[in-house]
């Protein structure tokens, strides 16, 4: 009787059909629309099916579709080739050494699209001496496209045209049973490509997705192959995954899994110290939390943050040694930033913020003449302070000097007026000379010792 209501309400089952190897999922099962895949994607794959080549959203998009949740971005892979899609879109262009790819624009968005490529064979294939692979750009068929792919739940192909999924390794039955799980036999593949381990972890962690037991099982045992990974690759998998809106789950994971030795190198220190750690997860709390927020985060924040119990206790030994505060504060910065992009290739972009952020923090101690009026006009002001709003979080400085800093950058002049310390400094003079705050453009300055 259930059975015929249903029937009556939602027409007849759909029935998934296989197709070649490919079994395809109709939309009456899955129920994702056209209207979900963004107008750029859709116009990519309508252009390279009206030039007469297939065309599919892939990947993490699909994915993301099924599971209800936001795509952040769509690719489209293809059976044309590079040349051939650029001839196709005259907004475009070719990127890429190792693999080529196609950037395809429309007004501001940007659609990555790819060419069927294929895992190269054993035999053929060219691999450093712990078996990962150094190169897999060979072009290929949507069916190998799909076996090279690591997660089945990764591998799906949806056609916006005829809103069908197409599904070669039971992808979309994983999926709904809410498990990730590797395509081919888990050791081989993390051999091939260590990263995967992290993707693992931060798939599954972002996903809510279980990690089906073979796929977990062999992560233990092969850990140590992250150590051949390039640091590029390593750092970029980072960034992922520390600006993935589950970061604090990320690391939790990769600590549970005991992987985060090859992932973050200092962190191991930083989160042996008490301090340190909770330090670290408040950061990446609040930086998840901005994530949802849809805020903007910034690299730079995050790794001034993840490094500072390590700049603090190097300041401290070099104070002890008799260097003042802030010549000493100098070389702690210089002395951590050498050592962590040895392990981490921190890119120098990111050095300048970095330093701003951590040079301001002594400067917020001082309340007293005109000093806290210059640091408020900072451009660099809003994430020094957020950044000490954590440091009192995490009981490394008083709370009410977080409280005292709210309170002072939205008050009235008079009341900031009230609020200033007694200044003792050098600076007496020149508050009775000038009436108003400096004006912006002012630079972060050293604090004055
Ligand atoms: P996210 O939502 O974080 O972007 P994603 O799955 O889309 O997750 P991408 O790095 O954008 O991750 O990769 C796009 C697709 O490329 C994946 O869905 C997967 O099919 C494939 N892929 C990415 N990295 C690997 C890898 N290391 N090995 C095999 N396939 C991969
Ligand atoms: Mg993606």
Redesign the pocket.
């Known amino acids: 009787m259930i059975k015929n209501l249903f029937k009556r309400v939602f027409g007849k089952p759909a029935k998934v059909r296989a197709e070649g190897k490919c079994r395809i999922i109709p939309f009456d099962l899955h129920h994702v629309s056209r209207d979900g895949i963004s107008p750029a994607a859709r116009r990519v794959t309508d252009g390279l099916q009206a030039a007469g080549f297939s065309a599919f959203v892939?990947?993490?998009?699909v994915?993301?579709l099924l599971l209800d949740r936001h795509?952040?971005?769509f690719?489209v892979a293809t059976n044309a080739t590079p040349e051939d899609v650029k001839r196709v879109f005259r907004r475009s262009r070719i990127i890429g050494r190792r693999f080529r790819l196609v950037h395809v624009m429309f007004g501001d968005e940007t659609v990555e699209v790819s060419t069927f490529r294929r895992m190269i064979e054993a035999e053929d294939a060219q691999t450093d001496e712990h078996g990962r692979l150094l190169r897999?750009n060979e072009f290929g068929d949507q069916e190998q496209d799909a076996a090279?792919?690591?997660?089945t739940?990764?591998?799906l192909f949806y056609d916006p045209a005829t809103q069908e999924i197409c599904d070669y390794h039971n992808g979309y039955a994983d999926i709904r049973a809410n498990t990730l799980r590797m395509?081919g036999e888990p050791a081989v593949?993390y051999r091939?490509?260590p990263?995967?381990m992290l993707?693992a972890v931060?798939?599954s962690a972002?996903?809510g997705m279980k990690l089906d037991a073979a796929t977990a099982a062999p992560i233990a045992g092969m850990k140590e192959l992250l150590a051949n990974v390039p640091q590029a690759r390593l750092l970029d998998e980072m960034l992922?995954l520390l600006l993935?809106g589950h970061a604090v789950e990320c690391i939790k994971k990769l600590r549970a899994m005991d992987l985060h030795h090859g992932m973050l190198p200092m962190l191991d220190v930083i989160l042996e110290q008490p301090m340190g750690e909770k330090f670290v997860m408040l950061a990446l709390e609040n930086t998840d939390q901005r994530i949802r927020e849809d805020k903007p985060v910034s690299p730079a924040f995050l790794f001034a943050a993840l490094l500072w119990h390590e700049v603090l206790s190097d300041w401290k030994t070099q104070q002890d040694a008799g260097e003042r505060p802030v010549a000493a504060l100098h070389t702690a910065m210089g002395a951590v930033l050498d050592r962590q992009r040895e392990q981490l290739a921190i890119p120098h972009r990111h050095d300048a913020v970095m330093k701003e952020i951590w040079l301001m923090q002594p400067r917020f101690e001082q309340r007293g003449g005109l000093r806290p009026l210059r640091l408020l006009e900072l451009q660099r002001f809003r994430a020094a302070y957020d950044f000490l709003l954590l440091r009192c979080e995490s009981g490394e400085v008083d709370a009410e000097l977080g409280q005292w800093w709210e309170e002072f950058q939205h008050a009235t002049d008079e009341r900031r007026a009230e609020m200033l310390l007694p200044d003792t400094g050098g600076a007496k003079k020149r508050r009775r000379r000038r009436k108003k705050p400096v004006g912006a453009g002012v630079q972060a300055e050293l604090p004055i010792e």
């Not at 090279?148 to 997660?151: M, P, S, V, Y």
């Open positions: 892939v990947g993490g998009a994915r993301d795509p952040k971005d690719d897999d090279r792919r690591d997660f739940a990764n591998a395509i593949r091939e490509d990263v995967r993707r931060r798939l972002k996903l992922k993935s």
